[in-house]
């Protein structure tokens, strides 16, 4: 084990890793070192407890977050390895070295440290554990497509802000197994997704059909049932159409598998998005790549909104170029449809949400008051089923 100062020393000398220097933990914590140190009790006192506020904040265990931080760091070596790309001698050496001064770090007890500071009151410690940084940065890199790096591997479902890809730190939680019946469609959703991950053709999709049908819910139940195989999710406005050959360029190196996903998906026969849409579905050179599928869903068959106005235009060539418009939803590879359920089917959707709820209500009187509910609403889909059920919850006994 080096000693404090020549362990901070190489702390300064970190390339591959650099970037930690600007996580407030890791700066705070080598602070905290710095000062105890030196001989500056008050100074001491008051680094190593800024350290701890910040430490405690995510964890208890300074090795284990470390390493948190270590595996998530998105770093030159990382972003070589996940492009396929040789990292050569000298980088590996580099990464070797600097992986076993961050674990010497990361291993320092609280006690080691406190024992340097000339205070008798309470400081508060943190745990250790002895952890095989190379080993397990070894396994990483070699599961990347797994696990991915930076942002991929903290989250999975992320939006398109200001022109940047950014995570949803809270995504929708649904689950394949609280969806109710369309058990075939989603099984083709399914099946493609499958093909995706393992590195085979995958077609665009479009979810087409009825309001409150689970077109959304099943494409992000997806995500959330395999997200731990390598799967994101990116979710975009149709009015953001216009950047996808800049997000497929993004993604395109990353090792991991991703569903670009537009909701309620249609255009007007002047859109500006529609060709971007279409460039990417027909596979042009500059707005596709086999690690990424679209999944879309629309309310409308032709994902077009044609007015008689647009019929009565001034173009020669109008029905070539209407045909064009109208054929968009044709340019998706599988077209999956759901249409609103039946009586029947709708009540098995309602029961079947109800054992999910843990509601307890005689079955005749249950179904009978889900169809006075459709009724009132508008017809029958599973949307109205769930939102039924939370009212009956929310109710109580006064239902």
Sequence with gaps: MNDLKDLLLQAKTLVIFKSLHGQSVFEKYLDAVQACTENDSETAVSKYCDFISELYAYSDDLTEYILKLVLE??????????????????????????????????EIPSSELT?????????????????????????????????????????????????????????????LEQLSNYKLEREQVIKNTLALLAGK?????????????GKSSTVKAIANEYHTKGLRLI???????HELPKIVETVSRNPLKFIIFIDDLSFTEDDDDFAALKAILEGSVSSSAANLVIYATSNR????????????????????????????????????????PDKKTF?????????????????????????????ARGGRSPRVAKQFIEYLKGCGDNA
């Design 201 to 213: 053709p995958a077609n665009n999709v479009l979810l087409y059909g009825d309001c409150g049908t």
């Design 235 to 241: 979710e975009l406005k149709k009015k953001q159409l």
């Design 301 to 340: 068959r032709h994902l077009v909104r044609e007015t008689f106005s647009a019929r009565q235009g001034d173009e020669i060539h109008f029905k070539d170029t209407m045909q064009e418009l109208l054929s968009l939803s044709d340019r998706f590879g599988l077209t999956v449809t759901f249409l609103k």
């Design 73 to 106: 760091n998105e770093n030159l070596f990382m972003l070589r390895k996940g492009e396929g790309k040789k990292t050569g001698e000298l980088l590996e050496e580099c990464l070797a070295s600097e992986l076993e001064t961050i674990q010497e770090l990361a």
């Design 347 to 375: 009540l098995e959707v309602v029961k079947d949400i109800a054992k999910q709820y843990e509601l307890e209500m005689p079955q005749e009187e249950l179904f009978m008051k889900a169809e006075a509910y459709a009724l």
């Design 115 to 175: 024992s340097k500071i000339d205070y008798d009151g309470f400081l508060p410690g943190y745990k250790t554990q002895k952890l095989d940084f190379s080993k397990i940065y070894a396994d990483r890199i070699h599961m990347i497509g797994q696990y991915g790096y930076g942002i991929y591997s903290q989250y999975h479902v992320f939006v398109v802000e200001n022109k940047k890809i950014v995570p949803v730190e809270f995504p929708d939680p649904i689950k």
